[in-house]
């Protein structure tokens, strides 16, 4: 990953009146990767991103994207900003050449019609933006955000309403992205799509962030896994407890226990069933799904 930051953000507060939203924002964001931010509804993304957008102000803290404030400089921030809106939408009788050339002269940059190939609109050049489908809608949304060409480029729920075959274009066409250098920045619900797509995610709960990690080292943590233990008299039934893992179901055949630490727990599962003349038939773990990592922060930590 690139070590040049081209998101800054510290000590972020935002309130709507009386109500905070936003505590204490601390996170950056490099050059060239694709970045998460995930929440359950009503956590703060949205807001986060519309304060990065420029479209919110903020009580307290600073932004700087590629050294730019966002609350100081909005014409310079357009400028190195590509941003698609969940809500995105355009007149229903426009045409998908006429909006190119509209969005080309709002940003005063030359368009290439040529582009709509790439992004399978090619043979809808004379289409209205209400004959389009949802993911022609979605790739058409895309393309006008890249007009530009900025750095950054800001996805709200980029694959909402696709079907599959379109959800697979687009993440084809977000990984292309990167590959020229771009950093993305996705807002999604779909954790599948942060496991294909994204290096790193950060989380907000409740208008803060208490987790900020790499993909991989979420999926891996130890706490994350989950062990399956059958013995042969089934000792761990009667009063084993352990600090490393929490016990989830002993059944007649199998113990299931959620862990913080694998090793730890092993060894004193061992012990334990060794002293009560007991022994091991099968054991074997599996690790929680991202929907399970996501649920198990959103709703309040790692525990």
Excluded at 139 to 158: F, S, T
Excluded at 163 to 172: F, I, N, R, S, T
Excluded at 238 to 267: P, Q, R, T
Aim: charged residues 30%; aromatic residues 8%; contains cysteine.
């Amino acid at each position: 990953m690139n070590s040049e930051k081209v998101l800054e953000i510290r000590g972020l507060d935002k309130s709507y009146g009386k109500k905070q939203v936003l505590f204490d924002i601390n996170l950056d964001v490099y050059q060239g990767e694709i970045f998460a931010v995930l929440g359950v509804n009503g956590a703060g993304k949205t807001t986060l991103l519309e304060c990065i957008e420029g479209l919110r102000k903020w009580q307290g803290g600073e932004i700087s994207v590629q050294g730019i404030s966002p609350s100081k400089e909005p014409i310079r921030l357009k400028q190195i900003l590509g941003i698609q809106l969940q809500s995105s939408a355009l007149p229903k009788d426009i045409k998908v050449k006429e909006a190119v050339e509209l969005f080309a002269r709002e940003h005063h940059v030359p368009y290439d019609l040529g582009n709509l190939e790439f992004y399978g609109l090619a043979n809808k050049i004379e289409k209205k933006y209400s004959e389009l489908s949802t993911g022609q809608k979605r790739r058409l949304h895309l393309m006008l955000a890249l007009l530009h060409d900025p750095g950054i480029v800001i996805l709200d729920e980029p694959s909402a309403g696709l079907d599959v075959e379109g959800k697979l274009a687009l993440y084809e066409q977000i990984l292309d992205l990167k590959k020229k250098g771009k950093t993305i920045i996705i807002t999604t619900h779909d954790m599948q799509e942060v496991e294909k797509l994204c290096d790193r995610v950060a989380f907000i709960v409740n208008g803060r962030i208490p987790v900020i990690d790499n993909v991989d080292n979420l999926r891996n943590a130890d706490f994350k896994s989950i062990i399956y233990i059958k013995t042969r008299n089934n000792s761990l039934k009667e009063g084993f407890n352990s600090e490393n893992a929490e016990n989830i179901c002993i059944g007649e055949d199998y113990s299931k226990w959620k862990c913080k630490n694998v090793n730890m727990f092993l060894i004193e599962a061992a012990q334990y069933i060794h002293s009560h003349n007991d022994y091991i038939l099968d054991l074997y773990f599996e690790k929680e799904s991202f929907e399970e990592i996501f649920l198990s922060i959103a709703k309040g930590g790692n525990e």
